[in-house]
């Protein structure tokens, strides 16, 4: 009996594990895979301007009702309208909501069917600057949302804020600037690594840029510089064709960069049929918003990268050394020099390695210069591009000088006899002149 209860109460909790464990597990999997509904971000406006922001969702998606309630500062800003997005049906109803104090809040969108939308502009949000607003950043979060599906079905979506930047030109003499670090020479193919740095110390806000440049290259990616602090979003942006034309660096803090900090890090390469042409390319900052929240005019910069077909070396098919004497005295030097074939290769050595048979006859270093040392016979070995081997034989003597040891003793006394009455005969001769 026991046995048989200790199996029920196993399975009972087993079935409770279940019954708990899918339902949580089934709402963590729709939690991760929720469709986005996103705000513009980051407008730049002045104070008393307007501006369009778009409402985009981020996938394809099937509905019949959208609600959205927003919050935002009416002191700096104030939505004048919101209209049908692009990818709205035509039969799709878009209705204002409005406030007790005639403020819009926010929108709903209806239809008597289930509509089927693509990712993209679902709502264009009408908003106006106030000519008294304070300079700075203004979120338009979303404060309600609720999508519906044909049977009344709530879907869970995540809202992104949009947000709006208010500044006004900076007029003092004391503007920021920006070189770029680049190769100047790329090979059609070719990758290589621009950095953005900053010419000096500055506090920016936000940084808009676009990139200009030919044809013959390719932008692979936008990453963020070992200047930026790690909350500070780069993100890149994309024209019509899907190319990056240029980023956006943001912060909901004051980031402060050091002279020659690296914003912004361009990965380029060149195409594959680009051959003996001049490219350049450009970085127009269209908006630099420093940490008072005044913008600040920034000069273009450009690189000017010349892309030229890759040289290949040609194969050395025999080298070897020589020498112009073979024979040499104690205490001379002679150089190695090397023969390549064919002759254009000879640009393409890589190294040369060196030794001798015995150092204690000859050495040779590095730059194959030969130093006698020592009579006798030894061998100097190269080994050229760890490939190909060859060596030269070198004779070492002592200079001529007469050997007292080979004459007999009476003809070495005549000779120094005969020397020492040729000196003292011109001597005498000196001086009776």
Known sequence: ????????????????MVLTIVPITKVLAEADDKPIFAISKNIIMKRDETSTLDVSVNEKLEFTHFIAEFDYDG????????????ILPDNAVLDINYGTDDKIIGFEINCSEKMSIDSGNIATINVKTKDNANLGKYEIAWDYTELLKDDNEKINITPQPGSIIITEMDNSNDKPEFYM???????????????????????????????LYDDNMNILE???????????????????G????????SSDTVINLNKNDTLANIKVKALENTENEKTTFSIDTNWLIQGNWKAANVKNITAEIEIEPKVTPPSIEKAYIIIKRNELFVGEKEQVQVVVEPENAANFIEKIEYSSSDPTIATVDENGIIKAINPGKVK??????????????????????????????????SMM???????????IVNRKN
């Open 380 to 413: 100097i070995n190269a080994i050229i591009n760890d490939q190909f081997t060859s060596e030269v034989e070198v004779t070492v003597t002592n200079p001529d000088i007469p050997n007292t040891g080979d004459m007999p003793i009476t003809l070495f006394i």
């Open 417 to 427: 006899a005969i020397s020492l009455v040729g000196i003292i005969s011109i001597t």
């Open 75 to 86: 002191d700096a800003i104030e939505i004048t309208g919101i209209n049908k997005g692009r």
């Open 1 to 16: 009996m026991k046995t048989k209860a200790k199996k029920i109460l196993a399975l009972i909790i087993l079935e409770i």
């Open 242 to 249: 899907g190319k990056i034309d240029g980023f956006s660096i």
């Open 222 to 240: 936008v990453t963020k510089g070992n200047g930026l602090p790690e909350d500070t979003q780069i993100i890149p942006s994309y024209n019509e």
């Open 181 to 211: 670090i680049y190769n100047n020479e790329m090979f059609p193919g070719g990758e290589q690594t621009i950095e953005l740095k900053a010419d000096d110390k500055m506090e920016i806000n936000y940084i808009g840029a676009n990139f």
